[in-house]
């Protein structure tokens, strides 16, 4: 069966598109011109290229250079795909010509063909309402896209300082929770000095709560927008108010309080913004990935691990080993961390492969930006829902594995000195007697003094065991 087609035209001569498409020749050419991965540009990329098209149809109108009944037609086509309509019409493959024109002609087509329908028109008939000409009034792809990337991650934002926040919350109550119980310090994955587990805990909190906050400085500048530098940064055939005005309808638009980046040449040429953030999103990925590979330590065993915490058993673990269950959460996120370093990657090497006026790489930076965005916002929910919430600890496995460490005896340091103390950590290791016994034995100290120092509680806190009270 043939499909219906209608006859399109543009500059490089005429092309078949789909009837019943909302989008038109371009689109039409880039599709038939990259068959790439399938993959299209994301849903919230789309709502920030519509949210500038209306902002700019509605600017336009007031500054009275377009049509009151043409921008009102195009603001509603663009508020219907805010609203999440049409997406199914942006069809543009994520790989595609540098900068992203195509799909930024693909909304220009999308919300003309739909502002025509919405004056009594048919798709195609250009005369009413032009993609380029009244759509794209006074913008061009360099300056719309990287303000849509903007946008599109500034609306991710919140979510995912929430799901951090969220797991901060859930770090602190466990640290809370499991203050009172004292383990082994492990360094180089060597027996250390005692740590209380809650103090582990309160540390992965602290962390996650400091990368939060890097990623809040990163999202603040990219409050500055570029929009109105047209294709060069210049400003060229734009209304003088266009940039100011721009920058607060977007503003109220979106709610954010969005300003102006002051150089547009430079927020044209540079997307230093943009690897700011993924910068920062591959430092939280660091942290969980280190968090989450100590959560899979602790929990090692039931029998022949660690298994100083339990994790909640959320499905079985293996296909062919019955019983078995494991730390499915902690894995998902090292996974999730994983891709999103891969994908800062990509976007550093995008960053600097910009070349004069423009960093052409934008449309591939968009998408590895919002999808790790996306990614880590639900991946550490997941994980503070389904793993931190409900880990509980063995205090009896976090005890057994306390008395059998003889590095305890670095709290004898200041009274008998490194190397007496080296000497009977090696001769407790060699006979299995304890430290405390050997100090005893070889007249070092007294039962008393052995008592007062190697005090696990105390050896948690500042001060010198023996010598000083705790501090708490």
């Given amino acids: 069966m043939t499909e219906t087609v209608r006859m399109e035209k543009d500059s490089l001569g005429e092309i078949p598109v789909p009837a019943d498409a909302l989008y038109g020749a371009q689109t039409a050419r880039a599709v038939a011109n990259f068959p790439i991965s399938g993959v299209r540009m994301p849903p919230p990329f789309i709502v920030a290229l519509a949210t500038i098209k209306r902002a700019a149809a509605e600017v336009h109108k007031d500054l009275g250079l377009l049509d009151p009944a ?4 195009i603001a509603k086509a663009a508020q219907e795909i805010r609203d999440g309509k049409w997406h199914e019409q942006f069809v543009v493959d994520i790989f595609q010509a540098g900068a992203g024109t195509s799909t930024h002609m693909n909304a220009n087509e999308v919300i003309a063909n739909r502002a025509v329908e919405l004056l009594g028109g048919q798709r195609g008939d250009y005369t009413r309402v032009s993609p380029n000409d009244q759509v794209n009034m006074a913008q061009s792809t360099n300056d719309v896209i990287p303000t849509s990337i903007r946008l599109s991650a500034l609306s991710l934002l919140p979510g995912l300082l929430e799901a951090l926040a969220g797991l901060v919350s859930a770090l602190d109550e466990k640290a809370q929770a499991f203050d009172g119980i004292l383990k082994s310090g492990r360094t180089h994955l060597q027996d250390a000095v005692p740590v209380r587990l809650g103090q582990e805990f309160g540390a992965y909190a602290r962390a996650v709560e400091n990368d939060a906050q890097r990623i809040a400085v990163a999202g603040e500048a990219l409050k500055r927008l570029g929009i109105g530098g047209s294709a060069a940064g210049t400003g060229l055939n734009t209304h003088p108010e266009y940039h100011q005005r721009m920058v607060k309808r977007l503003s109220e638009l979106t709610g954010l309080d969005l300003r102006s980046g002051g150089n547009l040449f430079e927020l044209m040429q540079s997307q230093a913004d943009v690897a700011h953030l993924s910068a920062s999103l591959r430092t939280l990925a660091l942290t969980l990935t280190r968090v989450c590979n100590d959560i899979r330590l602790m929990a090692s065993g039931p029998r022949t691990g660690l298994a100083e915490i339990g994790l909640p058993a959320v499905q079985p673990g293996s296909s ?95 009274h008998i000195g490194y190397m007496r103390a080296a000497e009977l950590v090696k001769e407790s290791l060699a006979t299995g007697r304890p430290v405390r016994e050997l100090a005893v034995a070889k007249g070092y100290l007294t039962e008393e003094e052995v008592r007062r120092i190697l005090h696990p509680r105390r050896m948690t806190e500042p001060g010198i065991p023996g010598q000083t009270e705790p501090a708490h």
Avoid: S
């Avoid at 043409?70 to 037609?73: G, L, S």
């Avoid at 930076?365 to 600890?393: E, K, S």
């Fill in 70 to 73: 043409v921008a009102d037609a």
């Fill in 320 to 414: 062919i080993m019955p019983g078995k269950v494991n730390p499915a959460l902690a894995e998902m996120l090292n996974m999730v961390c994983f891709h999103v370093i891969g994908a800062d990657a990509c976007i550093a090497y995008c960053t600097q492969a910009g070349q004069l006026e423009l960093n052409v790489m934008m449309p591939i930076m968009a998408v590895h930006l919002l999808f790790a965005l996306t990614v880590m916002t639900n991946g550490v929910r997941a994980f503070t829902d389904r793993c931190v919430r409900g880990i509980t600890a063995d205090e009896e496995m976090c005890r057994y594995w306390l008395d059998r460490n003889v590095i305890i005896a670095t709290a004898l340091n200041p």
